[in-house]
């Protein structure tokens, strides 16, 4: 599986953006994938997951209501919808996906956001 992340930018504090993450190469029907982001300095974290299988979706505490997790199934689409967005959002924010026995093994390129103040 290939994993493509888009959508990162340059936001005011308040305001939203949408990652989006393709996959593409093989079925992810028993995947979950998900989003983590690494900020300046400091170690890589997560923030979000979904099973495709039946869309359960997990979100780190601090992000919750502000942040969503979603899938296209038509398009193997996974997307993060950013609300309300706080200087310390910024980050390069990577898509991952694992398979239902393996930890995060997947990676694709990290997109990056800056939100500024």
């Known amino acids: 599986v290939q994993l493509q992340a888009s959508g990162g930018g340059l936001v005011q504090a308040g305001g939203s953006l949408r990652l989006s993450c393709a996959a593409s190469?093989?079925?992810?029907?028993?995947?979950?994938m998900g989003w983590f982001r690494q900020a300046p300095g400091k170690e890589r974290e997560f923030v979000a997951s979904?099973?495709?299988?039946?869309?359960?979706?997990n979100v780190k505490d601090s992000v919750k209501g502000r942040f969503t997790i979603s899938r296209d199934n038509a398009k193997n689409t996974v997307y993060l919808q950013m609300n309300s967005l706080k200087p310390e959002d910024t980050a390069v924010y990577y898509c991952?996906?694992?398979?239902?026995?393996?930890?995060?093994?997947?990676w694709g390129q990290g997109t990056l956001v800056t939100v500024s103040s």
């Open positions: 991952a996906a694992h398979g239902k026995y393996t930890d995060w093994d997947l």
């Open positions: 190469g093989r079925t992810i029907s028993g995947y979950t």
């Open positions: 979904i099973r495709w299988s039946d869309g359960r979706t």
